[in-house]
C-alpha cells in the first residue's frame, strides 16, 4: 500500500484553523524532522489502536517522504493486533541509542512511566504528540497536547496534513484512520468533534480500501466468542446502572485468553438501555505489579476522576483504573455508582 497516494484536493477549513492555531509547534516539529537523520517514535505500553495507529502513521509517513533518513518504530507487540493489524515492533540494540544524536518523537503517552521504551530519555530533541492530561514534561520545546481531541491519531493526522510539500499514502492513513476509529469508539464517543470526522474524511480521500480496514480491526476467532460468552453469562449490574464482568486468572486459563484481552468485550454493554457505565475487572499475575486491571466506559458523565482515585486515569468516556485485591472491588463500584444517582 504504500507509495499509493492520491492528493488531497482541498483541506477542510477545521484542519486549516486548527493548524493556524498551533502554527508554532508545528513548525518545532516541522524543523526537528528536517534536521535529524535519526528518528525514533515512540508511544505507551500495552498499546491499543490509538497508540499504534498514530506510531506507525507516522512512521509511514515519514519513510515515504523522507525514504533517506533512518527511521524506527519501538515497544511491546499487542497479543492480538501484532502482526494481524499492525507489523511487529522492530528491535533495536542499545549501543543504537548512545550519544544521543537522534529525535524521539512520543505519541500518545502522556506520563513518562508508560511510554514503551525508556530509552527515548537519550535523545537530543523530543517531540510529543497526545491528547492524555500530562502528568509530567516529555517534550518542553516541541509538544502538542490536546486533551479534547479525540485520539492522539487525529492530532498526528493534522500535523501531517498541514504539511506544505507533503504527502499522506494510502498506508499512512490506514494507520492514523485506525487510531481515531479506535479511540473515538467508532466515533460515538462525546470527544468526537467536527474536526475528528475532518480529519478521518481526509484520510479516507487517500483511497485505501475503508472495508477491509474494519475487517482487520474487529475480526474475533472462536476464542474470542467463548470469552464473550462466559462474559454475558457473568456479569453484574449495580443499583444505579455500572455493569462489570471479572475475569480471574483461572478463567483466562480456561478461555485461552491473556491479561490483556480481559477488556476485548467491555463495550458489549454500551448501547443496553438502564446501563451507565461498564467495566471489565481482569486479574493480572506479572509478580513485579500483581493487580486486577480495569477498564472503564460511560455513556454519559466523566468518570476519569472515579479512576484517578483507583490508581488509574485517562478520559472522560474512557479511562483505565486498577484494584490490589478482589476485596476492593465494592469500594471501587460503589464509587461510579454514586455518579450514577439523581
Request: net charge neutral; proline share 4%.
Amino acid at each position: 500500500m504504500r507509495g499509493l497516494f492520491m492528493a488531497i484536493a482541498k483541506l477542510d477549513p477545521r484542519i486549516v484553523e486548527y493548524g493556524k492555531a498551533h502554527k508554532k509547534v508545528y513548525r518545532s516539529i516541522y524543523s526537528a524532522i528536517e534536521r535529524y537523520d535519526r528518528i525514533v517514535i515512540f508511544r505507551h505500553i500495552k498499546p491499543d489502536f490509538d497508540a499504534m495507529g498514530s506510531q506507525m502513521g507516522l512512521y509511514t509517513f515519514l519513510k515515504d517522504n523522507f525514504p533517506n533518513k533512518e527511521i524506527h518504530y519501538v515497544g511491546d507487540n499487542h497479543i492480538s493486533f501484532t502482526p494481524r493489524v499492525f507489523p511487529e515492533t522492530e528491535t533495536l540494540p542499545n549501543d543504537w541509542f548512545k550519544g544521543g544524536n537522534f529525535l524521539a518523537i512520543i505519541v500518545d503517552v502522556g506520563d513518562h512511566e508508560r511510554i514503551a521504551d525508556p530509552r527515548y530519555k537519550h535523545a537530543k530533541y523530543k517531540i510529543k504528540i497526545d491528547h492524555h492530561p500530562c502528568k509530567g514534561e516529555i517534550a518542553k520545546r516541541a509538544s502538542l497536547v490536546d486533551t479534547e481531541s479525540a485520539a492522539a491519531a487525529e492530532l498526528v493526522a493534522d500535523v501531517l496534513l498541514n504539511w506544505k510539500g507533503k504527502f499522506i499514502s494510502q498506508e499512512a492513513a490506514h494507520y492514523l484512520y485506525i487510531g481515531i476509529v479506535g479511540d473515538s469508539g467508532r466515533f460515538l464517543y462525546s470527544s468526537t468533534s467536527p474536526h475528528t470526522f475532518a480529519v478521518a474524511e481526509a484520510l479516507v480521500s487517500t483511497g485505501f480500501n475503508l472495508s477491509s480496514t474494519y475487517q482487520t480491526m474487529y475480526e474475533k476467532n472462536l476464542d474470542s466468542l467463548k470469552s464473550l460468552g462466559y462474559v454475558l453469562s457473568h456479569f453484574s449490574v449495580s443499583p444505579h446502572g455500572v455493569a462489570y464482568y471479572c475475569l480471574p486468572s483461572s478463567v483466562q486459563e480456561e478461555l485461552h485468553i491473556t491479561p490483556i484481552l480481559g477488556k476485548e468485550h467491555v463495550n458489549t454493554f454500551s448501547n443496553i438501555a438502564g446501563i451507565n457505565a461498564w467495566c471489565s475487572i481482569t486479574e493480572d499475575p506479572q509478580p513485579k505489579d500483581y493487580c486486577w486491571r480495569i477498564s472503564i466506559r460511560s455513556k454519559s458523565k466523566d468518570i476519569s476522576g472515579v479512576a484517578q482515585k483507583w490508581g488509574g486515569g485517562g478520559h472522560a468516556q474512557a479511562s483505565g483504573a486498577r484494584i490490589d485485591s478482589l476485596k476492593d472491588l465494592d469500594a471501587f463500584i460503589q464509587d461510579l455508582d454514586k455518579l450514577f444517582v439523581d
